[in-house]
């Protein structure tokens, strides 16, 4: 065990810390690609208050990384340094009240959006068709279909990495695309969204339509994080796919890492060595649409660890 892990480990067994924790955890089981490092310290909380006790506890300089269900990352190969926190059971309840729905960032976005269909609760509809979690959409501002995490979201209860109870709070500022542009250093813990009634009937047709774009414009049952470059909308009138198909880059391959026939942004994983080899495929993508068309790509992906 190195130092951290030691630093770690005895606060682990002081506090007879109830939640999993594992030195040298190879993370590629939690990332969508399928490959990727190890976490220095991977633990997974059994409550807020064991939570927040650790990151208290633990040593400043020793980094905090959070992972979600691992459907917009890439882990590289040389892993994460320090704590890595993925939420669990303890963080997957949903319920409501007269005006809100609160749900655990463990929830998975497709289980918010049935609970909600459920309770004829309308805005939801969207999540049914996100792999992610309440936690990652939070913090990407994941959206569909003309409908964002931003529209529906009123706060969320986060943890700071030194512990530090914080309410996030809605604000126009607060998201943009595919970005929450508070979200830094800070775990998400719980969040609670507007509540509207609605007809069940509506809301179950537009999950149906969802669901139905969705498998018609998206591979399916692949190792993909979903759209890897944003759109960018400030500098091109063209979507990243449609950029990519212009400047020829569709069919570009980097050792088993290419483009969904489905879709030109999604990258396809077909190899288990190495999670650097997707990020090079994507960094050479960008350079190559550059120099072809002058236009800047800015990944969507979450790039982790190190090389
Ligand atoms: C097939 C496929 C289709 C997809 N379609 C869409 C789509 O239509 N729209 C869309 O927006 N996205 C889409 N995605 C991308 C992805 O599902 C979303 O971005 C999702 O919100 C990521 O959630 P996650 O739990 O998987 O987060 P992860 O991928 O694990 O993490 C993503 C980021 O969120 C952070 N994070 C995770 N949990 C927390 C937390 N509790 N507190 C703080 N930060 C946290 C991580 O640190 C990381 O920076 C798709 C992905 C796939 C594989």
Redesign the pocket.
């Known amino acids: 065990m190195n130092e951290n892990q030691q630093i770690l480990n005895e606060i682990f067994l002081r506090n007879k810390v109830k939640g999993k924790y594992k030195f040298d955890y190879n993370l590629s089981k939690?990332?969508?690609f399928g490959v990727g490092g190890n976490a220095e310290i991977f633990y997974i909380p059994s409550s807020f208050d064991e939570l927040q006790l650790v990151l208290t506890a633990k040593a400043e300089d020793i980094d905090v990384?959070?992972?979600?269900?691992?459907?917009?990352?890439i882990i590289r190969d040389g892993g994460i340094a320090g704590l890595v926190?993925?939420?669990g059971n303890e963080?997957s309840n949903i319920y409501h009240d007269k005006n809100m729905v609160f749900a655990g960032?463990?929830v998975?976005?497709k289980i918010l959006s049935k609970y909600c269909l459920k309770n004829s609760i309308i805005g939801f509809e969207?999540y049914s068709?996100?792999?992610?979690?309440?936690?990652?959409?939070?913090?990407?501002?994941?959206?569909?279909?003309g409908s964002?995490?931003k529209d529906i979201f009123i706060k969320a209860k986060?943890l700071s990495n030194q512990g530090e109870p914080i309410e996030m709070n809605y604000s126009e500022e607060l998201f943009s695309y595919?970005k929450?542009n508070f979200?830094d250093k800070?775990?998400?813990?719980e969040v609670q969204f507007n509540k509207e009634i609605g007809d069940p009937l509506i809301i179950n047709k537009r999950i149906v339509e969802i669901n139905d774009q969705?498998k018609e414009t998206?591979?399916?049952k692949?190792m993909?994080?979903?759209?890897t470059f944003k759109n960018p909308f400030d500098r091109s009138e063209l979507k990243a796919w449609q950029l990519i198909d212009k400047a020829g880059l569709r069919e570009y391959e980097l050792n088993g890492v290419s483009f969904s026939e489905k879709h030109a942004n999604?990258i396809v994983n077909r190899q288990k060595d190495s999670a650097n080899l997707i990020e090079d495929f994507g960094e050479n993508i960008k350079k190559e649409v550059k120099s072809r068309l002058g236009i800047e790509l800015e990944w969507?992906?979450?790039i982790?660890g190190n090389r």
Do not use: Y
Not at 186 to 189: D, L, N, S, T
Not at 224 to 227: E, L, M, P, R
């Open positions: 939690h990332s969508w990384s959070v992972i979600g269900l691992g459907s917009n990352i926190i993925r939420l963080f960032a463990a998975q976005d969207f068709g996100i792999p992610g979690s309440v936690g990652g959409a939070t913090c990407m501002n994941a959206g569909c279909f964002e995490t986060c595919r929450n979200l800070h775990i998400v813990c969705r998206q591979p399916q692949v993909t994080a979903g759209s999604f969507e992906i979450k982790l």
